[in-house]
């Protein structure tokens, strides 16, 4: 009987507050433009509103509802001035010719107990989703009006005391194929922001990411904006990050990608990786546009970071010895503010051991990547050196060029690089 009120309930929900809902925002690529077109999206049905009601103690069985009743051409609407608690994992991977129009504020249940049973676990580094979207032609919107919130501060605390505690990422995709997701603002996420996984034609426009801790005694924990893995053919534009890690991540299989008109706060750049962490895997990055990005007070401006090889002999090793390529990638027009390096480039990623680095170098290829156009003062931290290339050995890395760096150390000293076994005859650096 339970069982029944809890699913009555929820499709009163759905269809006895049904309403007009807002016009989707029309989202363009700009200025650059994606390789391969996305496929159209036709309006959906105006009299196909699935409206959710808050409801305090779960509402995710009433989105679950609604999502159902108008797949195939309705919206789902979350009103503006209304909060959405969801409480209980929410599959949405069957989605097709559907919008969310979410115009409320819904947040995540700050259960630790219930949350880390019952997230969907993927093996890659340990990653979980409290909720995930897929299918095809979905369009998600806030309007700048929308928020999801993840409690990230009961989270943080946490894992202060016991770093064993699965955070889960706040929003996610997994086989979501020709899909917008915009104007959103996303708050406090106990994990990761978003991760974009085994997507393709996705566009990401005008979304509001912020992670600050109410605690100054408990620090913000991991926080990448987006991670994409496994996905292709996504554009990630015209949005404001604050956060303490990754900005933007390409993690392992992310090709065809533009990321463009950031503006990044505290964070550890736009990072190629990491790569090469799970030995027995080839991963793969390529045809990535990184464009007009303003970089703040952060650890790096420009990233790529892979893990050393492993020993002979040695077998399923997690913490390197993986195989791969990077290809193709350019990072053009970066103004940097008080960040501690321009350029970061590593193959002995997540170890302070040089020695095993150089003994067991990294096989996965680097070549073909332009640095150009960047401008700005850099932090006391390093001063005068702004930043590092360094590949595991001449072999592994070719065609990398760097044009017009012009940015300035507070010391008034020139800016130097650390250039190690790479041809330094594209570098227009002052390698030392």
């Known amino acids: 009987m339970r069982i029944f009120n809890a699913a009555l309930l929820a499709f009163m929900a759905v269809t006895a507050f049904a309403s007009p809902g807002p016009n989707r925002p029309s989202v363009k690529c700009y200025p650059k433009q994606p390789s391969r077109s996305f496929p159209h999206s036709p309006p959906r049905n105006p009299k196909r509103i699935c409206t959710v009601l808050a409801d305090a103690a779960d509402a995710g069985p009433s989105i679950l509802a609604a999502a159902r009743k108008c797949n195939h051409g309705g919206t789902v609407y979350f009103p503006a001035g209304k909060t959405y608690t969801i409480a209980t994992v929410l599959d949405l ?84 194929h020709g899909a917008t997701i915009s104007g959103l603002k996303l708050i406090n996420p106990p994990n990761w922001f978003n991760f974009i ?38 554009v990630i534009q015209n949005s404001v990050i604050h956060n303490t890690d990754d900005c933007v991540s ?110 067991y170098p990294s096989e996965i290829i680097v070549k073909d990547v332009v640095f150009n156009d960047f401008v700005g003062v850099m932090s006391k931290k390093y001063d005068p050196v702004a930043g590092y290339l360094i590949c595991s050995t001449p ?21 130097t690089f650390t250039c190690t076994n790479i041809d330094k005859t594209k570098l227009d650096l002052n390698c030392v």
Not at 395 to 415: F, L, P, T, W, Y
């Open 93 to 176: 991977t069957f989605l097709a010719n559907i919008d969310f129009a979410i115009l409320g504020n819904i947040k995540l249940k700050d259960d630790l107990t219930y949350w880390q049973a019952h997230a969907f676990q993927y093996s890659f580094q340990s990653a979980s989703l409290f909720w995930r979207f897929g299918g095809r032609d979905v369009n998600i919107y806030g309007l700048g009006t929308g928020s999801i919130d993840g409690l990230g501060d009961t989270w943080w605390a946490a894992w202060a005391t016991n770093s064993s505690v699965a955070r889960p990422i706040l929003f996610g995709t997994d086989g979501l």
């Open 197 to 234: 996984s085994n997507s393709s034609n996705i566009v990401i426009s005008d979304m509001n990411l912020s992670a600050i801790s109410k605690n100054a005694s408990v620090a913000v924990k991991n926080s990448d904006g987006w991670d994409t893995y496994r996905s292709s053919n996504v």
């Open 250 to 359: 390409f993690k392992p299989n992310s090709t065809d990608i533009i990321v463009q008109n950031l503006k990044c706060t505290g964070s550890h750049g736009i990072s190629v990786g990491s790569l090469g962490q799970y030995q027995g895997e080839f991963d793969i990055v390529e045809n990535i546009h990184v464009y007009n990005i303003s970089m703040s007070n952060a650890t790096d401006g420009a990233r790529i970071k892979i893990w050393p090889g492993v020993a002979p002999g040695t077998v399923g090793s997690t913490v390197g010895g993986g195989a791969g390529r990077v290809q193709n990638i350019t990072y053009e027009k970066y103004t940097n503010s008080n960040n501690d390096q321009v350029i970061a480039l590593t193959q002995c990623y997540a170890t302070s051991n040089t020695t095993l680095c150089a003994l």
């Open 395 to 415: 072999e592994v890395c070719s065609n990398i060029a760097a044009h017009n760096i012009n940015v300035n150390e507070r010391s008034g000293k020139n800016a």
